[in-house]
């Protein structure tokens, strides 16, 4: 079992910032990477950021150069830094984690999710 303890988010108006927060506990011993999705209304959880335990980021292309993953191993936490947010990236965001060879898989654990929403 995993369990996330997700913070941050909010609403912001469109050119601002956010940062997400989440921190996981349980048996994380599995996974080599964490990650964040977003899922949009009536649509799929999508990846929106993932990152492996020794680093090395990947990230979508619609917030590639406006978002930042990082994360604090000795925390087993996991941030998403939004700039230059869009009112296209109102969602809800959910942190995960998994394993990362060649793509990320996730595995079946998802946190409460955080509502940010990005006013025009």
């Known amino acids: 079992q995993v369990q996330f303890v997700e913070s941050g988010g909010g609403s912001v108006q469109a050119g601002g910032s956010l940062r997400l927060s989440c921190v996981a506990s349980?048996?994380?011993?599995?996974?080599?990477?964490m990650a964040w999705y977003r899922q949009f209304p009536g649509k799929a959880r999508e990846l929106v950021a993932n990152?492996?335990?020794?680093?090395?980021?990947r990230y979508a292309d619609a917030v590639e150069g406006r978002f930042t993953i990082s994360r604090d191993n000795a925390k087993n936490s996991v941030y998403l830094q939004m700039n230059s947010l869009k009112p296209e990236d109102t969602a809800v965001y959910y942190c995960?984690?998994?394993?990362?060879?060649?793509?990320?898989?996730?595995?079946?654990?998802w946190g409460q999710g955080i509502q940010v929403t990005v006013s025009s």
């Open positions: 995960n984690i998994g394993i990362r060879g060649v793509a990320y898989r996730p595995a079946n654990y």
């Open positions: 349980g048996a994380l011993f599995r996974f080599n990477a």
């Open positions: 990152i492996h335990n020794g680093g090395r980021p």
